[in-house]
């Protein structure tokens, strides 16, 4: 099971990466210490370090440059509320491999880790993810039913891909609004419901099924 280190000192926010990433099958570590964060990250016992810029103790962009000081590896991902692009292009010069900009919905971070790994793992997870006649390949953002490629936003592939990574396993509304819609999504909302039923009419009505008073699960 791959290990990551969250460096976040919002607690709201680095329980919503936490709780998301736990349910995407990786383990997790949390600091909101940026010394505590660079002690951790030398360790070798983690995969890839999610990594706030604004921490106490040490800032984001001095823990990268002592990691890579050292000749560190680690696939590192930014996470930040500053986007300029004087930030971004610090970030990334510094030897982050990645740059993701706070509000961010947690559907664009776990793609961004998955491609991550990908590149580590020299491409051993497949780019197409298949159940029944439903395939999508997370690197074109193609879908396809049987023979027939459908057309999705962005949202729709995002809900059809957290749908199909846990073919069979019923997800609740709230689930799929957090991990979808981001951490500010708002519980009352009916979105999902609204956003299963545009899959539905594109993808076929039997494919996703209700259960009631609980949520949706992928069938087939």
């Known amino acids: 099971m791959a290990s990551i280190l969250i460096a976040e000192d919002e607690a709201r926010i680095s329980r919503f990466i936490e709780k998301g990433l736990r349910a995407a099958g990786f383990a997790t570590q949390v600091t909101g210490n940026g010394s505590e ?27 990268l440059e002592a990691l890579r000081g050292t000749g560190s590896r680690l696939p ?84 059809a891909e957290e749908f199909i990574r846990n073919a069979g396993q019923v997800l609740s509304r709230e689930q799929l609004l957090s991990r979808v819609w981001g951490y500010d999504f708002d519980p009352g909302s009916n979105v999902a419901d ?17 259960v009631r008073g609980v949520g949706y699960r992928l069938s087939g």
């Open 37 to 63: 964060a660079l002690a951790l990250a030398q360790t070798d016992e983690f995969d890839l370090l999610l990594l706030d810029v604004n921490l106490p103790g040490m800032d984001g962009f001095a823990v």
């Open 76 to 159: 590192i991902i930014i996470l930040t509320a500053r986007v300029e692009v004087q930030d971004t292009v610090a970030g990334l010069e510094g030897g982050a491999d990645d740059y993701l900009g706070k509000p961010f919905r947690f559907d664009e971070l776990l793609a961004r880790i998955r491609l991550r790994m990908r590149r580590d793992e020299a491409g051993t997870e497949s780019t197409v993810l298949q159940h029944g006649p439903l395939s999508l390949d997370i690197r074109t953002r193609q879908a396809r039913v049987g023979d027939h490629a459908v057309e999705l936003s962005a949202r729709e592939f995002a809900l």
């Open 194 to 210: 609204v956003y299963v039923g545009y899959l539905r009419h594109k993808l076929g009505s039997n494919l996703i099924e209700t």
